[in-house]
């Protein structure tokens, strides 16, 4: 049974997002890295990139497969977790914590905790009926 984190919001490529004081950390849900197995590499994008909601922002690499990652949110990538690149499985052990692969702030003017872009993720419970948990 997949891990699913009440903290976070989640879209149909099964990214999560997370609000994290003025940013808003995503990675792949517990699920997903499931589904891929082994992760051997992650490709991540550079520091000031700007995504739009459903960019390609990276790669992931399994053993089984290689896949897109997709920005469930828009806004401006101001950091990004260098430790996978070093050690992708991490994102295999703790997808919610040491598995993140980036930070994007929003743009100015909008709420960071009530903002659309949020709402138009599936909350947890919504999650769980989506992957059949």
């Known amino acids: 049974m997949s891990v699913i984190k009440d903290d976070c919001r989640y879209s149909e490529d099964h990214e999560w997002a997370r ?8 990675g792949i849900t517990d ?9 051997v590499f992650v490709e991540l994008p550079e520091l000031g990139d700007v995504l739009e909601v459903g960019d390609t922002f990276g790669t992931i690499e399994a053993v089984k497969t290689v896949a897109d990652l ?3 949110i828009a806004g401006e990538v101001v950091a990004i977790n260098e430790d996978l690149i070093d050690d992708a499985a991490n994102v295999n052990e703790d997808p919610y914590g040491k598995g993140w692969f980036i930070k994007i702030q929003i743009p100015d003017g909008e709420d960071i905790v009530d903002g ?5 993720l599936m909350n947890p419970s919504e999650y769980k009926d989506f992957i059949g948990s």
Do not use: M, N, R
Not at 116 to 120: F, R
């Open 19 to 26: 609000v994290e004081g003025t940013v808003i950390s995503i």
């Open 31 to 39: 699920h997903a890295q499931g589904e891929l197995g082994d992760i």
């Open 70 to 72: 997709y920005s469930p």
């Open 116 to 120: 659309s872009q949020l709402k138009d």
